[in-house]
């Protein structure tokens, strides 16, 4: 099956949207954990978490985006873009 990135930048000011979500998305993906390959926040310059990266293996790019669609993080409102993309590994392994 084909790889996705999922790069999920958060809206300004969003930290307590995130921490708020975060159990419950941090369930989620334990859920789908054969469908996530690999994940976790970015960090800005103080260490705090900004945004989340996604390497997520599904059958395609709808499935990818249903995947995103049904992501706490999603529903609560936290992100300002999410860019979804095939993507191939060419260096190291998942």
């Not at 998305?25 to 945004?51: D, I, K, N, Q, S």
């Not at 993080?73 to 191939?88: H, N, S, T, W």
């Amino acid at each position: 099956m084909p790889l996705f990135t999922l790069t999920c930048l958060d809206r300004p000011g969003s930290l307590q949207v995130r921490m708020s979500a975060r159990e419950a998305h941090l369930a989620y993906v334990a859920r789908m954990a054969p469908t996530v390959r690999l994940g976790g926040p970015f960090l800005g310059p103080g260490g705090e978490m900004c945004g989340s990266l996604l390497i997520v293996e599904t059958a395609d790019l709808a499935s990818a985006q249903a995947f995103s669609a049904a992501d706490p993080y999603v529903l609560a409102g936290l992100f300002e873009r999410v860019e979804i993309r095939p993507f191939r590994v060419t260096v190291g392994a998942l």
